[in-house]
Nanobody
């Protein structure tokens, strides 16, 4: 399994970006994919994913602003980010976390999101 994230960039505060994460290889379910981010000097933190039932779940810091979605046919995960704030600046990573997969979780290479004030 390989993950390719894209869509990052530089945007002003209040703006929007849409991230994509395309998976190649054998994906059991796209609901096992999620988004994390890491700002300089900080630990990587959860942003958005899905519950075991397939419902979206978000970090409190992005609720109401970010929307996660997936296309199972295209094996692609999306993150629509609206009302961006400077504190959203980070490298955004997608992850595929299948507990039954030998080798553990797979991470994408990350895409930089920079929000200017």
């Amino acid at each position: 399994v390989q993950l390719q994230a894209s869509g990052g960039g530089l945007v002003q505060a209040g703006g929007s970006l849409r991230l994509s994460c395309a998976a190649s290889g054998n994906i059991f379910r796209t609901s096992l994919m999620d988004w994390y981010r890491q700002a300089p000097g900080n630990q990587r933190e959860f942003v958005a994913g899905f519950t075991s039932g397939g419902s979206p779940v978000y970090a409190d810091s992005v609720k109401g602003r970010f929307t996660i979605s997936r296309d199972s046919v295209k094996k692609t995960l999306y993150l629509q980010m609206n009302s961006l704030k400077p504190e959203d600046t980070a490298v955004y990573y997608c992850r595929y976390n299948d507990p039954g997969r030998i080798g553990g979780a797979v991470w994408g290479q990350g895409t930089q999101v920079t929000v200017s004030s």
